[in-house]
């Protein structure tokens, strides 16, 4: 029947006011937010307070795009290398020696074992560096990361296979997402869109953002930082690798490293207490802070070079065994490179060079111009619709399109809750969702008419309405939540974006098109007491 509590009527009037509330924030400008947050009394949460405005998509409101590609020349070099230290290591631990050494290939590496014994005994460990491609809970693919081939005078060649190849390319992209991800993060910047783009590109977006230098610095360094100790003259195993504060010069030092810039867990700006330069302050974990120690114990007076990225950033002398742990990291550095230099460390190391191949920055005048003209289409389109309505169907039409404002309004809301970013597909999705929405009321309203004619009474007509209409309203946007669903999980950027917000219109038609209409209708007819459908 067409009866409502107080309880519902109440319970109703609540959620449409909160709507309204969590909506509002939208309407402001940041610094009105945060003045408005800062005048609430401190023994209320923060989490009742609504704060928290939509965030306005690159296209809306202007910021830096970048595409960055993986080297894979380079990623290759760095295979082939961990490939020779490993060969390496087997042969000493086994005590076995390659005549000619190891011998680097375009793809790989070879070595020549002519004793059968020796082979014999290093064979099956070379084999195990040999891992299977593929998920172990989707199954494997049958293809290795490393082919091995045996030839005649013990000659024993170690290739990288393209199948091995292609998965380190992939699982380096999946890293390197992650990686950019916490350096953007730490720019300050809201809702970066940071996603795969092809099989061996990322696409970065960072709204807001009008310095692509900076961001380009951010992302364009592999950040990879080694402590390795000068070489003494006459070591032959070393790397002439660049001084940053004495361009074209260069310094030998040792390719093994002392400690690896991976087992750092901080990294902090700060200024040298004696000469008031900027510096970088950093910290090792427990593994870490030990062979930071015990290299620093057993080198005292040598030379310690700092190595970001194969460029000397200092070569301090050990003075004394460092011990505890911590360190610091001096240069000719500015405040801002100081400070993009912690980001770079915190963040961690790119697992692979990343070259820019797309840069552009979208002005904030574009993108109030995307602001503009979607204001304007969801204006006319909920005005047309709204005289539609109530052209055809009268005062059920008016009671439409107040539901209908209530349904944008928590579309707005949810957005605000979610932190979900407004791009400018995401307006297309809420003027499509205005149509689908008063497509309910449509439905009911001649459900209503067609029982109505058919000799039922008026009461009778406007349950029939509500209650057989209800099953075809569940179907028809069940449908398009599925289509939504599969857009929202497959696609990805502007696509997602669009169904981000149809997903929220179309969960917020049923309460609006379905509970609140009839809350009205039963009100109208509870006052009125009329006899007749109004149109």
């Known amino acids: 029947m067409l009866r409502y509590s107080t309880g519902k009527v109440v319970a109703v009037l609540i959620l449409t006011v909160l709507g309204f509330l969590y909506a509002a924030p939208s309407l402001f400008t940041p610094a009105q937010r945060d003045a408005f947050i800062a005048s609430v009394p401190s023994w209320i949460p923060r989490?009742?307070?609504?704060?928290?405005?939509?965030?306005?998509?690159?296209?809306?409101?202007?910021?830096?795009?970048?595409?960055?590609?993986?080297?894979?020349?380079?990623?290759?070099?760095?295979?082939?290398?961990?490939?020779?230290?490993?060969v390496r290591n087997i042969l000493r631990?086994?005590?076995?020696?390659?005549q000619g050494g190891i011998v680097i290939?375009?793809?790989?590496?070879?070595?020549?074992?002519?004793?059968?014994?020796?082979?014999?005994?290093?064979?099956?460990?070379?084999?195990?560096?040999?891992q299977p491609i593929g998920n172990?809970?989707?199954?494997?693919?049958?293809?290795?990361?490393?082919?091995?081939?045996?030839?005649?005078d013990g000659l024993?060649?170690?290739?990288?296979?393209?199948?091995?190849?292609?998965?380190?390319?992939?699982?380096?992209?999946?890293?390197?997402?992650?990686?950019?991800?916490?350096?953007?993060?730490?720019?300050?910047?809201?809702?970066?869109?940071?996603?795969?783009?092809?099989?061996?590109?990322?696409?970065?977006?960072?709204?807001?953002?009008?310095?692509?230098?900076?961001?380009?610095?951010?992302?364009?360094?592999?950040?990879?930082?080694?402590?390795?100790?000068?070489?003494?003259?006459?070591?032959?195993?070393?790397?002439?690798l660049p001084m940053q504060e004495a361009p074209g010069q260069t310094l030998p030092v040792e390719r093994e490293l002392a400690v690896d810039g991976a087992d750092l867990v901080d990294a902090q700006p700060s200024f040298d207490s004696q000469t008031g330069r900027p510096i970088v302050n950093f910290r090792f974990n427990s593994r870490g802070?030990?062979?930071?120690?015990?290299?620093?114990?057993?080198?005292?007076?040598?030379?310690?070079?700092?190595?970001?990225?194969?460029?000397?950033?200092?070569?301090?002398?050990?003075?004394?065994?460092?011990?505890?742990?911590?360190?610091?990291?001096?240069?000719?550095?500015?405040?801002?490179?100081?400070?993009?230099?912690?980001?770079?460390l915190r963040a961690g190391a790119l697992p692979a060079k990343l070259t820019i191949v797309e840069e552009r920055t979208v002005g904030p005048g574009l993108g109030q111009d995307s602001i503009e003209a979607g204001k304007a289409a969801v204006a006319v389109s909920t005005v047309l619709v709204a005289l539609f309505m109530f052209a055809t169907y009268g005062l059920f039409g008016f009671i439409a399109n107040?539901?209908?404002?209530?349904?944008?309004?928590?579309?707005?809301?949810?957005?605000?809750?979610?932190?979900?970013?407004?791009?400018?597909?995401?307006?297309?999705?809420?003027?499509?969702?205005?149509?689908?929405?008063?497509?309910?009321?449509?439905?009911?309203?001649?459900?209503?008419?067609?029982e109505f004619r058919g000799g039922r009474s008026l009461v009778t007509a406007l349950e029939a309405g509500f209650n057989r209409a209800f099953a075809t309203i569940i179907d028809s946007n069940s449908t398009m939540l599925i289509a939504a669903l599969i857009l929202f999980f497959l696609g990805s950027g502007p696509v997602r974006g669009f169904a981000v917000v149809f997903i929220l219109g179309i969960l917020t038609t049923v309460i609006t098109a379905v509970t609140m209409t009839r809350m009205m209708v039963a009100l109208w007819y509870k006052l009125a007491k009329p006899r007749k459908l109004p149109f």
Do not use: C, W
């Open 47 to 86: 989490v009742l307070v609504p704060h928290q405005g939509i965030v306005l998509g690159l296209d809306l409101q202007g910021g830096s795009h970048v595409v960055l590609e993986v080297d894979t020349i380079d990623l290759l070099r760095s295979q082939i290398n961990l490939l020779r230290d490993d």
């Open 93 to 98: 631990e086994e005590r076995v020696t390659a």
């Open 105 to 130: 290939l375009p793809r790989g590496v070879q070595i020549r074992v002519p004793d059968q014994a020796a082979r014999d005994k290093i064979l099956p460990r070379l084999r195990q560096l040999s």
């Open 136 to 152: 172990p809970l989707l199954g494997q693919t049958g293809a290795s990361s490393i082919d091995i081939n045996t030839g005649s």
């Open 156 to 240: 024993i060649q170690l290739t990288l296979s393209e199948a091995g190849i292609n998965e380190r390319v992939r699982r380096a992209v999946d890293q390197a997402i992650e990686v950019l991800r916490r350096r953007v993060d730490a720019l300050g910047t809201t809702e970066p869109n940071i996603q795969r783009q092809g099989a061996d590109r990322v696409q970065v977006q960072v709204p807001g953002l009008q310095d692509p230098q900076q961001l380009k610095e951010i992302l364009g360094r592999t950040a990879k930082l080694e402590f390795r100790f000068v070489s003494d003259t006459g070591s032959g195993d070393v790397d002439n």
């Open 289 to 344: 802070a030990q062979r930071f120690g015990q290299a620093t114990s057993a080198n005292v007076g040598r030379l310690m070079a700092i190595v970001l990225d194969n460029e000397i950033i200092s070569a301090p002398r050990i003075q004394s065994p460092i011990t505890g742990g911590s360190g610091m990291i001096s240069g000719s550095f500015t405040v801002e490179q100081a400070n993009n230099l912690s980001i770079l």
């Open 402 to 450: 107040i539901a209908l404002i209530v349904h944008v309004v928590f579309i707005f809301a949810l957005m605000s809750l979610l932190g979900a970013t407004l791009t400018l597909p995401g307006i297309a999705g809420i003027v499509l969702t205005i149509g689908t929405a008063v497509d309910s009321n449509v439905l009911i309203y001649e459900r209503m008419r067609e």
